[in-house]
C-alpha cells in the first residue's frame, strides 16, 4: 500500500487561489468518489475539510472545494486567508476496504 | 459533545507490546465505526486500522497487520489497539478517529492522540 502522492509543498498570497492535487490509482481515488482532505495546523489534530470528493462539513467555508477526475483529486481553497497556512493531506478509501492517505502538502500564505 | 481520549501510551522496548485504549462519550459509541490512525515525529498520517460498530470486521495496514489487533468493548465504550512485536518505526502519535453515520467513508472526529515511542 503506497501512500498517496502529493505536492510536498504549494504557496500563495493573501486573496489567491490555489489548488492541491492527490494522485493515487484505480483501486482507490479513481474506484471510488470516497475522497476526504484534512487540514492540519501545527500542534493541532486533523480537520476535515472535505469528504466524498466534493462536500463540505458544516462549519467549513465555501471557499474550499474539492474535485477529481480519473486517479486525481484536488483541493481547491480560493480567496486565500493567513487562517489556510497549514498541513493538507488527502484520503481515500480503497478496493481492499483500507484507507491511505496522502504525503502531506505544506500550505504556506506569503 | 463528543470526545475521544486516548491513553496507554509510553516508552517501549523493541519487540515488547502495549495496548492503547480509546474512552468515548458524547455519542452512541456502539453505532459508529473506529478507527486508528498515526502520526510519526515531523511525519504524514498513516491509517492503521478499523473496526466495524459491532467489532464483526476489522481491517489493518499492510505496515501492521499480524502485529496489531485493533478491538472494541462497548459495554465500555472503549476502543483498544493491542500492539506486540513493536518495532523503532512505529513510534508516532496515535489518534482515535471516529466515522461518521451511515455509508459515509471519511473520519470525522480525532482524539488528541498518544504518544507511543519504541526505544531501547
Known amino acids: 500500500q503506497s501512500a498517496l502522492t502529493q505536492p510536498a509543498s504549494v504557496s500563495g498570497s493573501p486573496g489567491q487561489s490555489i489548488t492541491i492535487s492527490c494522485t493515487g490509482s484505480s483501486s482507490d481515488v479513481g474506484g471510488y468518489d470516497y475522497v476526504s482532505w484534512y487540514q492540519q495546523i501545527p500542534g493541532k489534530v486533523p480537520k476535515v475539510m472535505i469528504y466524498h470528493v466534493t462536500k463540505r462539513p458544516s462549519g467549513v467555508s465555501d471557499r474550499f472545494s474539492g474535485s477529481k477526475s480519473g486517479n486525481t483529486a484536488s483541493l481547491t481553497i480560493s480567496g486565500l486567508q493567513a487562517e489556510d497556512e497549514a498541513d493538507y493531506y488527502c484520503g481515500s478509501y480503497t478496493r481492499r476496504s483500507t484507507w491511505l492517505f496522502g504525503g502531506g502538502t505544506k500550505l504556506t500564505v506569503l | 459533545q463528543v470526545q475521544l481520549v486516548e491513553s496507554g501510551g509510553g516508552v517501549v522496548q523493541p519487540g515488547r507490546s502495549l495496548r492503547l485504549s480509546c474512552a468515548a462519550s458524547g455519542f452512541a459509541f456502539s453505532t459508529y465505526g473506529m478507527h486508528w490512525v498515526r502520526q510519526a515525529p515531523g511525519m504524514g498520517l498513516e491509517w492503521v486500522a478499523v473496526?466495524?460498530?459491532?467489532?464483526?470486521?476489522?481491517f489493518y495496514a499492510d505496515s501492521v497487520k499480524g502485529r496489531f489487533t485493533i478491538s472494541r468493548d462497548n459495554s465500555r465504550n472503549t476502543l483498544y489497539l493491542q500492539m506486540n512485536s513493536l518495532r523503532r518505526e512505529d513510534t508516532a502519535v496515535y489518534y482515535c478517529v471516529k466515522a461518521p453515520p451511515g455509508p459515509n467513508y471519511y473520519m470525522d472526529v480525532w482524539g488528541p492522540g498518544t504518544t507511543v515511542t519504541v526505544s531501547s
Open positions: 473496526i466495524a460498530y459491532d467489532g464483526s470486521n476489522q
